[in-house]
């Protein structure tokens, strides 16, 4: 009985760790709105009928640098809690307007952040300084996704969604927390050199993957507890 309650108690306190990560909020969008995010500039959930279809589910995330709802880049990027200086040299010119969306999300070391995105541009037929740009945030580090001109030879130009010369397509990306804590994530982006032509940026399947090797060991030890519950009875 005691070694039984000892599996309990190691089982127990693994599956406490896990529960205590919070879980992203509303990370596949699909109570189609921004419920669980903190929302900068024009952003909202957005459905096949704007021509992309999102990879799971029914809803995707629209970011759009653009048009009246949009907030000035030094708003977003103090919203996401990173410098202005740090994301300068991501779209090689000044960021005028964008937008983002973000929340807050308890991890363990080795925790790994995946996410679907996809840029859409209307800049590929505008000049090299019109570089608008997307990225995605931990805390005060600001990591580059796409802009106009890093995607200028690698877009779809065939099949983009009414209103923009070119996309990326959808692709994943995964980030891998090396200490855990509460982290700010945030996803945004932004205009350079002007306050037209937009871009945006669609987000989808936003999800945290625990830790291996606490899975492995919650693993073993319902594997554990299984087996000795099963062993005949000592006579």
């Known amino acids: 009985m005691a070694i039984k309650m000892n599996y309990l108690a190691a089982v127990y306190a693994i ?26 500039g024009a952003a909202h959930a957005a ?53 983002a969306i973000s929340q807050d999300i308890t991890i363990l070391a080795g925790d790994v952040l995946a996410f679907d995105w996809n840029f859409l541009t209307d800049e590929h037929d505008e000049a090299l300084q019109y570089n608008d740009f997307a990225m995605f945030t ?36 995964n980030y891998t927390f090396t200490s855990p804590g509460t982290y700010k994530i945030g996803f945004a982006v932004f205009n350079v050199g002007d306050a037209g032509h937009n871009s945006v940026l669609l987000l989808d399947s936003v999800a945290v993957t625990p830790e291996p090797t606490m899975l492995t060991m919650l693993a073993l030890s319902s594997v554990c507890l299984l087996r000795r519950g099963r062993s005949p009875q000592a006579r």
């Open 47 to 99: 459905t096949s009928s704007i021509s992309v279809t999102p990879p799971q589910g029914t809803y995707q995330a629209y970011i759009d640098n653009t048009g009246n709802f949009s907030a000035a880049a030094s708003a977003v990027a103090t919203s996401l809690g990173v410098s202005g200086s740090s994301i300068l040299a991501l779209g090689a010119g000044t960021p005028t307007t964008g937008s």
């Open 138 to 173: 931990i805390s005060s580090t600001a990591n580059f996704l796409a802009s106009r001109d890093s995607t200028f030879s690698t877009l779809n130009l065939v099949s983009p969604p009414p209103g923009f010369d070119g996309q990326t397509n959808y692709a994943t990306q």
């Open 15 to 40: 599956s406490a760790a896990l529960s205590a990560q919070a879980a992203v909020s509303n990370g596949d969008f699909e109570t189609g709105n921004l419920t669980g995010w903190t929302p900068i």
